[in-house]
C-alpha cells in the first residue's frame, strides 16, 4: 500500500506537471481554457485522492479485518463499451444473492471509513427531514442529465467500480484529462502492456478494494463487477480470481467504434484537448481492437468454462432469455423473484431508443477500414460482417433509463460530482 501511494502521488506530479505545459495530444497547442480547468481541477482532484488515502490509513488502523474478508465465487460484467453493460448491470444488481458498487461509493467511498461516514450523516440528514438529500436530487439532475442519452446514471445506482482504481491514477476515465499519460494508455492495454510487477501490485489493490465492498455490505454477498474499461484487465481477473465468471457482451465494431468516439468528446472538450484529434482518435481505435482481442482469448484459451458472450441485439431482443442462458451455463442460482424481475425488464429493453447520434464518417473511418482493423473481432460468429453504422443508435444504446436500485442509501446526500462526457460503458 505505501508503495502504491508512493508511485500514485510521484505520478500525479508528473501528469499535472505535463497537463499544464505539454501539447495534450502531441500536436495541438496548450489552449487558455485547458490551463483555467486544469487550475481548477487539479486542487480539487488532490483533494480527493488525499482522502481516500486518509480513508484507507484509518481502514489499516480501524478496519483491518476487511483484509479476511474472503471474495468467493464474483461475477463480472465485462464487454466493448457501448455493448448493453450498463442496463445488463442494473438489471443484475436487482438479484438478490449479488452486491455491486454504487456511484456515490466508487466516486466518494472507496474505504470502509468513508463509507461509514457517508452513511453516518445520511442517518444523521433523515432525522432532521433529509433537507441534504432532497438539496442533492435537485443538484444530481443537473449534474447527471445531461449524461441520459450517453450514460443514464445517479448517484443510487449500480456503477462501474474501475472508480476504485482512481486512488492510484488508475481509471483509465482519467486519460480524458491526460491523455498524454503512458501508464493511462498502459491501462487501456493492460494484459498486453503493463510490466508484471505493477500488474499485479494493481490487481491487488482491485482485490482489496471488492474486499473493504463486501466487509461493508455483507461477506456471505456474491460480487457483482461491471466494467468495459476492464476488458483490457480480462486475463488478469481471470487469473487473480480463479473462481470467478464471466458475462462479456459484444457489438459490431462498426457501430461500437463510433458510439464511443461520440462518447468522449464532450470530456474531451470539457478539459481543453481537441475533441477530434488524430492522435487520440487513433490511440482509442488501437485500444478497442485491443480490447475484442483479449476478450476473445479470455473465452476462447484463457477461461473458456467460465465465460458467456452475449451480443447487443441478443440483449435487447431477449434479455431474460440471455440471462438466464447465462446463469445456467454459469452455474449461478436463479430465484424465482428475480426471473420475474428478468421478465418485467425484458419489454423496457426492447422498447428503448437512444438519442445519441453518431455516423463513422464524422470520424473520417468508413466500414471496409473498421472490417479490416476488427477482423479478429468479426471472427465470432454473431460479429457477421454488413451490419449498418450510420445514423442512430437505433435503439440499439446500450443505456436504457437505468432500473430502480435494490436499495436506496442515505448516504449519497451529502456528495455531488461532474461527470459529463466520460467514456462510458
Known amino acids: 500500500m505505501l508503495q502504491l501511494f508512493i508511485t500514485s502521488t510521484t505520478r500525479f506530479l508528473g501528469i499535472a506537471l505535463g497537463a499544464l505545459l505539454r501539447s495534450p495530444d502531441g500536436v495541438s497547442p496548450i489552449s487558455a481554457r485547458r490551463v483555467l480547468v486544469m487550475f481548477g481541477f487539479l486542487p480539487v482532484f488532490a483533494l480527493a485522492q488525499g482522502l481516500h488515502w486518509l480513508g484507507f490509513l484509518l481502514d489499516e488502523i480501524f478496519f483491518r479485518g476487511y483484509r479476511r474478508v474472503q471474495i468467493r465465487g464474483p461475477l463480472f460484467v465485462l464487454g466493448v463499451p457501448r455493448s448493453g453493460t450498463t442496463n445488463l448491470h442494473a438489471v443484475l444488481a436487482r438479484d438478490p444473492q449479488f452486491t455491486t458498487f454504487s456511484t456515490w461509493e466508487c466516486l466518494f467511498a472507496p474505504s470502509v471509513s468513508q463509507r461509514l461516514f457517508w452513511r453516518a450523516l445520511g442517518r444523521l440528514d433523515a432525522r432532521i427531514g433529509a433537507p441534504l438529500r ?107 480470481f480463479p473462481d470467478a465468471r464471466f458475462l462479456v457482451c459484444l457489438r459490431d465494431p462498426a457501430e461500437t467504434v463510433p458510439s464511443q468516439l461520440s462518447s468522449i468528446r464532450a470530456g474531451l472538450a470539457f478539459f481543453g484537448v481537441p475533441p477530434d484529434s488524430a ?17 476473445r482469448q479470455l473465452a476462447e484459451v484463457h477461461a473458456p468454462a467460465r465465460t458467456v458472450t452475449k451480443t447487443l441485439p441478443q440483449l435487447k431482443a431477449d434479455l431474460a432469455g440471455a440471462v438466464r442462458d447465462a446463469y445456467q451455463r454459469l452455474g449461478l442460482p436463479l430465484a424465482p423473484s428475480f426471473a420475474a424481475t428478468l421478465t418485467q425488464a425484458a419489454a423496457p429493453a426492447r422498447a428503448y ?73
Open 279 to 295: 492522435p487520440i482518435r487513433e490511440r482509442f481505435v488501437g485500444q478497442l481492437a485491443f480490447y475484442y482481442d483479449n476478450l
Open 353 to 425: 431508443r437512444s438519442g445519441h447520434r453518431y455516423d463513422l464518417a464524422q470520424f473520417g473511418l468508413d466500414p471496409a477500414a473498421i472490417r479490416r482493423r476488427f477482423a479478429g473481432a468479426y471472427a465470432h460468429p454473431a460479429l457477421a460482417p454488413g451490419a449498418d453504422a450510420s445514423g442512430t443508435d437505433d435503439g440499439q444504446s446500450e443505456c436504457p433509463p437505468p432500473a430502480p436500485a435494490r436499495h436506496r442509501t442515505k448516504a449519497a446526500t451529502a456528495v455531488s460530482l461532474s461527470v459529463e462526457g466520460m467514456p462510458r460503458c
Open 134 to 240: 432532497r438539496l442533492l436530487r435537485l443538484a444530481e439532475r443537473r449534474v447527471f442529465g445531461a449524461l441520459d442519452d450517453v450514460h443514464a446514471m445517479s448517484l443510487d445506482t449500480p456503477e462501474e467500480d474501475y472508480f476504485a482504481l482512481m486512488p492510484v491514477l488508475s481509471c483509465f476515465i482519467l486519460v480524458l484529462a491526460f491523455p498524454r499519460s503512458s501508464h493511462l494508455w498502459r491501462m487501456g492495454n493492460f494484459d498486453r502492456d503493463m510490466p508484471a510487477t505493477e500488474r499485479k501490485r494493481l490487481l491487488a489493490f482491485y482485490a482489496n478494494a471488492l474486499r473493504r465492498h463486501l466487509y461493508v455490505h455483507g461477506p456471505d454477498k456474491r460480487l457483482l463487477s461491471k466494467n468495459a474499461a476492464f476488458a483490457s484487465l480480462a486475463n488478469g481477473l481471470a487469473d487473480t
